[in-house]
């Protein structure tokens, strides 16, 4: 399957610091990348759906001004915490569209472990 | 309503038996679905990707799609512990998941 990388795999700061994540697909383009995240034992929860080139679009209850997205080129996604709250902890999920003729496939990325003390 | 749903709880199987993990979904027009095994404290992995009506085999995992009944199904032959996961099924273009299928196969 395609590769998709995220980094840091691991990352623990203080409240009220900035972390920003990235989200590279290694092997393909990727128009679409997603950022989900993940409580224990819940759920993928969809944050924000990034398009390369233009704004991401974020779903219901998220805040855009918290949770800042970058797609800046057809491998490269980031997002940035801003202002992360211990709350903000979290398990942090990319994955990367791969389009083909006939279908799409997304991979994962092996996600971001975040704690905020 | 959710366009896939897996309504079946955790499954628990022995190691060497057949584990059968379901889906139904809403949408007419898919196409094509995809199955991910998420260990836990990992990410999703893609396992599975059926396209067309019918089965695909790989290894001890078949994919069963049925477009008339509007399921996709998974079996897993000789479960082994390893399986031991949840499993999502999705379909191309739609980026939510549902809460999956938590498999246990004991030893």
Known sequence: GAVVSQHPSRVICKSGTSVKIECRSLDFQATTMFWYRQFPKKSLMLMATSNEGSKATYEQGVEKDKFLINHASLTLSTLTVTSAHPEDSSFYICSATRTSVSYNEQFFGPGTRLTVL | QKEVEQNSGPLSVPEGAIASLNCTYSDR?????????????????????????????????TAQLNKASQYVSLLIRDSQPSDSATYLCASPGKSTFGDGTTLTVKP
């Open chain 2, 29 to 61: 027009g898919s196409q094509s679905f995809f199955w991910y095994r998420q260990y836990s404290g990992k990410s999703p992995e893609l396992i599975m990707s059926i396209y067309s009506n019918g089965d695909k085999e790989d290894g001890r995992f």
